[in-house]
């Protein structure tokens, strides 16, 4: 018999109209799974707002408070203070904002609750572009990618900007806890939201989730896809806790990047010399990834 580790209950219901291969259910379902229902979500425009559903109609077995781009953070540490002045000490406040939503436009939020070590955690679904208002390039879009903001012709266009450091950015700024995780390492998800939610203060959960339009990829592929972004090293799954690095999930022989790109139509314009640099890009940072862990557990 194997031995299940996941939990059995679903706060995420049948019914919610998120594309097929779509990763934010699946995140939703795991952030959930890990917390319990004796939790707010605190969700500003985006997928992850829409895909729940209109009233009457609700897909989700907890409260959502529905709120505005830029305070995702902020509002989140005022359901906190709320609660606090209830005395209610049992339950989690979330807030869930896209890569759109956190690296652009919730920055400042996010920064200001990270100052005030704010108790709450906040969960970025970095599907790599504002997808819900059709694929425009975001800050956390990689370099390579079509977006209808960076479109290809003749050979050129795509992005060339690299993801936003965001994770860096708050470490310095003091996070108490930051993680990556990935909706195709389930286990490793859960076990890192609860990891998140008996530290006290600000925890950032950086976690990626594939947009089957957005990558332009076959919805059956989305969690290969979504596995072979950590297995090549393109997004490594590590944590950050009292300022000290580790990695969460070890990579022994790191496949090369072509692998990920190659499944994609949104990475399909990259010539050989493109992917190549793609390749050495994700070596240099990887290094650093690793020197980090080095440096800061000695
Ligand atoms: C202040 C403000 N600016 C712009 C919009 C329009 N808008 C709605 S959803 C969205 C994209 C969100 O992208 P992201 O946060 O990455 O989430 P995703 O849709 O990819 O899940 C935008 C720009 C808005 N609702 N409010």
Same mark, same amino acid.
């Given at each position: 018999?194997?031995?299940?580790?996941?939990?059995?209950?679903?706060?995420?219901?049948?019914?919610?109209?998120?594309?097929? $291969? &779509? #990763?934010?259910?699946?995140?939703?379902?795991?952030?959930?799974? !890990? @917390?319990?229902?004796?939790? +707010?979500? %605190?969700?500003?425009? $985006? &997928? #992850?707002?829409?895909?729940?559903?209109?009233?009457?109609?609700? !897909? @989700?077995?907890?409260?959502? +408070?529905? %709120?505005?781009?830029?305070?995702?953070?902020?509002?989140?540490?005022?359901?906190?203070?709320?609660?606090?002045?209830?005395?209610?000490?049992?339950?989690?406040?979330?807030?869930?904002?896209?890569?759109?939503?956190?690296?652009?436009?919730?920055?400042?939020?996010?920064?200001?609750?990270?100052?005030?070590?704010?108790?709450?955690?906040?969960?970025?679904?970095?599907?790599?572009?504002?997808?819900?208002?059709?694929?425009?390039?975001?800050?956390?879009?990689?370099?390579?990618?079509?977006?209808?903001?960076?479109?290809?012709?003749?050979?050129?266009?795509?992005?060339?900007?690299?993801?936003?450091?965001?994770?860096?950015?708050?470490?310095?700024?003091?996070?108490?806890?930051?993680?990556?995780?990935?909706?195709?390492?389930?286990?490793?998800?859960?076990?890192?939201?609860?990891?998140?939610?008996?530290?006290?203060?600000?925890?950032?959960?950086?976690?990626?989730?594939?947009?089957?339009?957005?990558?332009?990829?076959?919805?059956?592929?989305?969690?290969?896809?979504?596995?072979?972004?950590?297995?090549?090293?393109?997004?490594?799954?590590?944590?950050?806790?009292?300022?000290?690095?580790?990695?969460?999930?070890?990579?022994?022989?790191?496949?090369?990047?072509?692998?990920?790109?190659?499944?994609?139509?949104?990475?399909?314009?990259?010539?050989?010399?493109?992917?190549?640099?793609?390749?050495?890009?994700?070596?240099?940072?990887?290094?650093?990834?690793?020197?980090?862990?080095?440096?800061?557990?000695?």
């Amino acid at each position: 018999m194997p031995k299940f580790t996941i939990p059995k209950e679903e706060y995420v219901c049948k019914g919610h109209s998120a594309c097929p $291969g &779509c #990763g934010t259910p699946l995140a939703l379902r795991y952030t959930l799974k !890990a @917390l319990g229902k004796r939790t +707010v979500l %605190n969700i500003p425009a $985006g &997928c #992850g707002g829409v895909i729940l559903g209109v009233w009457p109609s609700y !897909a @989700l077995k907890v409260p959502v +408070v529905d %709120n505005a781009f830029e305070c995702t953070a902020a509002i989140a540490d005022g359901i906190r203070a709320g609660f606090d002045v209830l005395g209610v000490k049992d339950a989690y406040v979330v807030g869930w904002a896209g890569d759109g939503g956190t690296v652009d436009i919730g920055l400042q939020a996010l920064s200001a609750a990270v100052d005030r070590n704010a108790n709450i955690i906040y969960v970025m679904l970095d599907n790599e572009a504002y997808m819900n208002t059709g694929i425009q390039k975001s800050g956390c879009t990689p370099i390579g990618a079509w977006t209808t903001t960076t479109p290809v012709a003749n050979g050129k266009g795509w992005n060339t900007s690299p993801k936003k450091r965001i994770m860096e950015m708050l470490v310095a700024n003091g996070i108490a806890y930051g993680a990556t995780v990935n909706v195709a390492y389930p286990e490793d998800f859960i076990a890192r939201l609860r990891e998140a939610k008996d530290i006290k203060g600000t925890k950032f959960i950086h976690a990626l989730a594939p947009c089957t339009p957005g990558w332009r990829i076959d919805p059956r592929k989305s969690i290969e896809v979504a596995r072979l972004a950590t297995q090549t090293g393109i997004f490594p799954l590590y944590k950050v806790e009292n300022g000290k690095y580790s990695l969460t999930k070890e990579i022994k022989n790191r496949k090369p990047v072509r692998e990920y790109l190659r499944l994609q139509g949104r990475f399909r314009h990259l010539p050989e010399e493109a992917i190549n640099e793609i390749q050495r890009l994700v070596d240099e940072e990887y290094a650093r990834l690793l020197k980090k862990i080095k440096e800061t557990n000695e």
